[in-house]
């Protein structure tokens, strides 16, 4: 028997139940995440031998807690993943690599996996990173009083005073009304720039075009904003990072983007290449645990239906 060690995380050791590793798989996930370990899921439990590459860097992590997930409500995120390990435990068909991936080559339509693993199909699952404004506090404050999602955070802020910096009329008109359903007060911080709103958002809420130049803040609690031209006291704040790819391994092998940066898919999960798949906040700008587990889920499948058509269809 084998032990296979799970993504550095202390008393996490999966017994290989006999299960030969010979260094070739039928998938090879890239990233540890929702989208990746449901995936693996699926697949291990339909007799498909997987490998999970995963850094163990989690988007989710600076965060306390996740929302939105039925019989998880409040779990923090490292806790959600352990217990999708210790699901994924009992599977000998699933191994895991504690490894970055450097280079995936595609060879007489299988792949290879930083020059040693082999695998017929690719799950790109390694997620997106938010590329977080340089202003004083935000850092400091992300996951926990700043956050990009009203229905992760909201609620927690609700009937306290509340900001969102953005200079995008279209995202204002989106997340201004969101927020202002859970609270009267709102504020939105333009951070330098002119805009033209609807009056009737406009009767609703405050608006800040003064630069931003910090966040005043007491350990995790956000106490006010500091403008050029004042300060302003704020309980909460949204704002909306530009996001990048984690790795630009998929590019490298030729799938196609949108317009937005995220990987183009038929819906089912399959890229623009052959084999190569994609789950996750790397496919929808709707991101959310739950919405990533569906996508993982849902690239399974897809993935698992081409393995049998292949097999029934050399």
């Avoid at 802020?157 to 009329?169: A, C, I, T, W």
Wanted: hydrophobic fraction near 40%.
């Amino acid at each position: 028997m084998l032990q296979l060690s799970i993504l550095g995380i202390p008393g996490l050791a999966l017994l290989n139940k006999g299960y030969v590793m010979n260094n070739v798989y039928d998938v090879a996930i890239i990233g540890g995440g929702p989208a990746g370990l449901t995936a693996a899921l699926a697949l291990g439990r339909i007799g498909r031998s997987v490998i999970i590459f995963d850094e163990n860097k989690g988007r989710n992590f600076p965060a306390h807690h996740m929302m939105n997930f039925p019989s998880r409500d409040g779990t923090p995120p490292r806790e959600f993943k352990e217990q999708i390990i210790k699901d994924l435990r009992k599977y000998s068909e699933i191994t895991f690599r504690q490894e970055k991936v450097n280079v995936i080559r595609k060879n007489d339509g299988q792949f290879t996996i930083n020059n040693h693993f082999e695998a017929k199909k690719i799950l790109l699952a390694h997620g997106i990173k938010d590329i977080l404004p340089e202003i004083p506090g935000i850092k400091e404050l992300w996951g926990k009083a700043v956050f990009h999602c009203p229905y992760c955070h909201g609620h927690e802020f609700k009937r306290q005073k509340l900001g969102v910096m953005e200079s995008d009329p279209k995202y204002l008109f989106h997340m201004a009304p969101l927020l202002l359903s859970l609270s009267g007060d709102v504020t939105i911080f333009t951070n330098g720039s002119r805009l033209e709103l609807p009056p009737l958002l406009l009767e609703k809420v405050k608006v800040i075009t003064a630069q931003v130049k910090k966040l005043n803040y007491y350990g995790e609690q956000l106490i006010s904003l500091e403008t050029e031209t004042g300060e302003v006291k704020l309980d909460g704040l949204v704002i909306k990072p530009p996001q990048e790819l984690t790795t630009d391994m998929g590019i490298k092998l030729g799938c196609e983007l949108q317009e937005n940066g995220l990987y183009k898919t038929d819906g089912e999960g399959q890229t623009s290449v052959p084999g190569v798949y994609a789950a996750g906040d790397i496919v929808d700008q709707r991101q959310a645990v739950i919405l990533s587990c569906a996508s993982g889920m849902r690239a399974a499948a897809s993935i698992s239906f081409s393995l049998v058509t292949n097999f029934l269809h050399p």
